[in-house]
């Protein structure tokens, strides 16, 4: 397989965390639309729609580290596999 077309689950990770953070975002806003046109409060599901924003954030971060986590680790493969193919070329 391909390692430009594989899907890394970490990069899925942060994809997912960053729809999930538009919408928390999404949410916000709307959540702020009563009070400033003095329309009726919205019921309180709505504002804990917009706790989806930091935990989309926080899927994202997670996200990120096992990206980062799974890259040193491949850097570190090559770089152990150069070696080890330096060395038995001497």
Do not use: H, I
């Not at 077309?5 to 916000?28: C, E, K, Q």
């Not at 046109?37 to 917009?50: G, H, K, N, S």
């Not at 926080?58 to 096992?66: A, F, I, P, T, Y």
């Amino acid at each position: 397989m391909n390692e430009k077309t594989a899907a890394d689950p970490a990069d899925v990770l942060v994809r997912v965390g960053g729809y999930v953070f538009g919408f928390g975002a999404l949410a916000t806003l709307v959540t702020f639309v009563p009070l400033f046109f003095d329309f009726d409060r919205f019921p309180t599901f709505a504002y804990w729609l917009c706790m989806l924003m930091p935990g989309g954030f926080l899927v994202s971060l997670v996200g990120l580290l096992l990206s980062a986590r799974a890259q040193r680790r491949r850097v570190r493969e090559r770089a152990a596999a150069a070696q080890g193919g330096a060395a038995q070329e001497a």
